[in-house]
């Protein structure tokens, strides 16, 4: 026995371990972390299997990314899957500590290798139809205007037609340059485009041009309504709850090292 063994176990109780082989003398050769690791890695690829965004801390960063443990696995995001443009190493740093969402890109165990993505989480929880955003007008344009979504780098296209319900002669009428708007996400006749309205959002009319605040104010129960009538191929799903232990004992207590399999969320 391990010298110190005796604090952490007793006489009789069960542990979980995987057999790697044989001593010299003929004794099995047992190891508690690597059925931790096997575990965790088949975790890991379940949640990837979900295609869902997932929510993890960030734990510390170097010059080409920033790093995270998801199921007590080191995982990676790269400055370049970043919503944000990073300029500087302070940019990164500033990253430690914080929680992020981020999407499962890639899951290699032979080579040690989780890689993760910012944009595309970004994309999957903020660009479905139907997302009420806040953003701020950044360029006016003849036939609309750009609109800068959140603090983010990305932004969409409001279409003239999709700024109010009623005529506009002129975008610069009616928006202005930083002006702070909230618009939602429409179904975009271009691939790889983001089409926003708030022509959805007001609640009769050419109320936007009238009564901008009130339009905002009502953006949620407009949206909600906007949502209601969508095919239900476009609103957003939830994932599937992970089950919260490894194998369904009833009496947990009984294993020393049951906690281990309780992995970080």
């Given at each position: ?20 082989g ?37 734990n ?19 400055k ?5 443009k ?39 929880l ?43 002669t ?33 609640s ?18 407009m ?43």
């Amino acid at each position: 026995m391990v010298k110190g063994m005796s604090d952490v176990v007793e006489t009789g109780t069960i542990l979980f371990a995987e057999v790697l082989g044989r001593t010299l003398t003929g004794r099995p050769l047992l190891s508690s972390r690597r059925l931790f690791q096997r575990i965790a890695w088949h975790r890991l690829r379940q949640i990837k299997q979900l295609n869902e965004p997932i929510e993890v801390r960030i734990n510390e960063w170097n010059t080409k990314g920033l790093i995270t443990r998801i199921e007590g696995l080191r995982a990676f995001l790269p400055k370049a899957e970043l919503v944000k443009k990073v300029n500087s190493f302070t940019d990164l740093k500033e990253n430690v500590g914080h929680c992020i969402h981020v999407q499962i890109m890639e899951v290699d165990e032979d080579k040690n290798n989780v890689i993760l993505s910012e944009k595309e989480a970004w994309e999957k929880l903020y660009l479905q139809e139907g997302t009420l955003l806040e953003g701020t007008v950044k360029n006016i344009l003849p036939y609309g205007a750009q609109i800068r979504i959140g603090e983010t780098n990305r932004s969409g296209l409001l279409h003239v037609s999709n700024i109010t319900r009623a005529e506009v002669t002129s975008v610069s009428d009616v928006l202005f340059v930083d002006e702070k708007v909230k618009v939602l996400v429409v179904k975009s006749a271009f691939p790889n485009k983001i089409s926003l309205s708030i022509a959805e959002l007001e609640s009769e009319p050419g109320l936007f041009l009238s009564n901008k605040e009130r339009v905002f104010v009502e953006a949620d129960m407009m949206a909600k309504k906007y949502r209601e009538k969508l095919p239900h191929a476009f609103i957003t799903k939830g994932s599937e709850p992970l089950s919260k232990s490894a194998f369904p004992f009833e009496n947990q207590a009984l294993y020393a090292n049951w906690k281990w399999f309780k992995f970080e969320k």
